[in-house]
């Protein structure tokens, strides 16, 4: 188990990167080669309630987002908004130790997502010269045994 900083994120020890998540009883790593990947983060979430979905959709959803998925914010709301906060999850894990900034679920929308377990991403907030506003990125999530998995890989070359 990595260290932690005064941030309390984890210490990942020289030459790797690597992000922890955990969730009811269970918990996940992922740890990448740093000369190959500049930065990864791994969230793992219990399905949320649909009931308990519709009340933090104005929390975890921006107003685009909403819009974009009515329909499924109408059908599956539960779904939709543990997909929604997993990926946003995702992201902070694998941004903010490129980046040192804290950001928040306003802060990125998902641009969508297949049923092949990927998704697009947008900031909408400027985190570092790299990591600015509108800049876009690939995740990978797998919805099973009532609990979604995401992942964001952020290669050196990116």
């Known amino acids: 188990m990595p260290g932690t900083g005064e941030d309390r994120a984890p210490q990942w020890p020289t030459g790797s990167v690597g992000s922890i998540t955990h969730s009811h009883g269970k918990a ?3 740890v990448g080669a740093a000369p190959y990947y500049a ?3 791994l969230d793992m979430e219990h ?3 649909d009931e308990r979905a ?4 104005d929390q975890i959803l921006t107003s685009a987002e909403q819009d974009r998925f009515a329909t499924t914010l109408t059908d599956t709301p539960g779904e939709l908004l543990t997909l929604a906060f997993s990926l ?3 992201l902070f894990k694998a941004l ?5 900034k804290r950001f928040y679920f306003e802060h990125a929308e998902l641009l969508g997502w297949q049923a092949d377990g990927t998704a697009r991403l ?5 985190l570092s010269e790299h990591w600015c506003c509108d800049r876009e990125l690939d995740a990978q999530f797998v919805n099973r045994d009532g609990q979604i ?5 952020i290669s050196k070359e990116t």
Not at 54 to 57: F, G, I, W, Y
Not at 122 to 126: E, G, I, K, S, Y
């Open 54 to 57: 519709l009340k933090l959709a």
């Open 96 to 100: 903010y130790p490129l980046t040192l």
């Open 122 to 126: 947008r900031l909408l907030t400027d």
């Open 39 to 41: 930065s990864v983060g």
């Open 28 to 30: 996940a790593a992922i």
């Open 88 to 90: 946003k999850e995702t």
């Open 149 to 153: 998995l995401s992942l964001i890989a």
């Open 47 to 49: 399905l949320m309630p």
